[in-house]
């Protein structure tokens, strides 16, 4: 059965609006996991616009299941990676400029630079996942680097205007996961993914965890985390 891991990046984006103390998402990750969320994931930027250090460590005391790290591939990261030893760091790449993660990284392209990385997260015994596109070469690519896992990027799926695109998108997510599957790689998946277009993502076997933030965070503020976490887990468990 798929895992879900909660995203709280965006309970923090919230509280750093007032720049004050709450919402909390230390207490969000806490509710979350008392309603049945196999993991918490946060993305601690470079220029901390949500997420801090004390955050992540206070999460790194808290979480009882899996803590799920996104950060970028700096050596500044690493460091902080290392230091905190989550159950699990997702690279990511990152630019100042956007609102949220655009697209995967370019493995391929970075190969030297993101092996070096893996291996020094990897020598901490943190399991390493790459955030890339549902691309072939991609994924070769992550397999020759060792990582343990790549997470699918939903992004292109979940945007789509169009039922023809968004279908196109799906079978490109479903092909690439039985390859990665094939190759040795756990496969995750996430971004753009809500309480609607999550069931065909549930079709795909391969797929072993959801990671999902901002609907999951949206709902909670109309009906509280609880029933935001359990509602979704509702849809992935049937």
């Known amino acids: 059965m798929m895992r879900l891991g909660l995203n709280v990046d965006h309970v923090a984006t919230l509280r750093e609006a007032r720049k004050g103390r709450i919402p909390d998402p230390v207490a969000a990750a806490v509710a979350a ?4 969320a196999d993991g918490i994931v946060c993305h601690l930027r470079e220029d901390r616009r949500h997420i801090k250090d004390k955050d992540l460590f206070l999460l790194k005391e808290i979480v009882k299941t899996h803590l799920n790290l996104e950060m970028a591939a700096t050596d500044e990261m ?17 630019k100042r400029e956007e609102l949220t993660t655009e697209g995967g990284l370019d493995v391929a392209a970075n190969f030297d630079w993101l092996e070096d990385v893996v291996q020094q997260l990897r020598n901490n015994n943190i399991v390493v996942s790459l955030f890339i596109d549902p691309d072939i070469d991609q994924v070769k690519a992550a397999s020759r680097i060792r990582a343990d896992y790549v997470e699918l990027s939903t992004g292109q799926y979940a945007n ?6 968004m279908m196109d998108e799906l079978e490109k997510i479903r092909s690439i996961a039985m390859a990665a599957a094939k190759l040795g790689l756990g496969v995750s998946a996430g971004h753009g993914l809500n309480y609607h277009n999550v069931r065909d993502i549930l079709e795909i076997e391969q797929i072993e965890e959801l990671n999902i ?11 509280g985390m609880d029933r935001a976490v359990r509602e979704m887990l509702d849809i992935i468990r049937r």
């Open 78 to 94: 690493v460091s902080r990676a290392i230091e905190v030893v989550p159950d699990m760091v997702t690279l990511v790449p990152e």
């Open 160 to 165: 789509a205007d169009e039922m023809g695109v």
């Open 33 to 36: 996991e008392m309603a049945g």
């Open 213 to 223: 933030g901002h609907a999951i965070v949206s709902k909670a503020i109309m009906v």
